[in-house]
Nanobody, 130 residues
Framework: QVSLVESGGGSVQAGGSLRLSCAAS????????VGWFRQAPGKEREGVAR??????????FYANSVKGRFTISQDNAKNTLYLQMNLLKPEDTAVYYC?????????????????????WGQGTQVTVLS
């Protein structure tokens, strides 16, 4: 059974940094579509970043709201997905979730990933103080 467990959240002052981790159990991140999502109180879940690794390399995509500040990466040896978050803003406050699905090139989008992944975990809370 696939299990993804998020960690690394916390409270930080605006302008600070956090690194989120997502450990996979029963699943291999290599050559699959992975991503991070977040949900703020009273708002719908939104896609933050996604990564697709293939035999020829990897591609990433970021939501405009986090572009230039967040970086998604994965360590295949540790089967762990990361989200490095820099220059955090109060509007980044949310519960962050990771997701994974066997979507290939052309299909690995945040929308498709959100629809394909159903085993959402509890997430990790990120609070950015102003």
């Amino acid at each position: 059974q696939v299990s993804l467990v998020e960690s690394g959240g916390g409270s930080v002052q605006a302008g600070g940094s956090l690194r989120l981790s997502c450990a996979a159990s029963g699943y291999t991140y290599s050559r699959t579509c992975v991503g991070w999502f977040r949900q703020a109180p009273g708002k719908e879940r939104e896609g933050v970043a996604r990564l697709l690794s293939t035999s020829t390399g990897s591609t990433t995509f970021y939501a405009n709201s986090v572009k230039g500040r967040f970086t998604i990466s994965q360590d295949n040896a540790k089967n762990t997905l990361y989200l490095q978050m820099n220059l955090l803003k109060p509007e980044d406050t949310a519960v962050y979730y990771c997701a994974a699905a066997p979507l290939g090139p052309g299909y690995c989008t945040l929308t498709q990933l959100s629809r394909s992944f159903t085993n959402w975990g509890q997430g990790t809370q990120v609070t950015v103080l102003s």
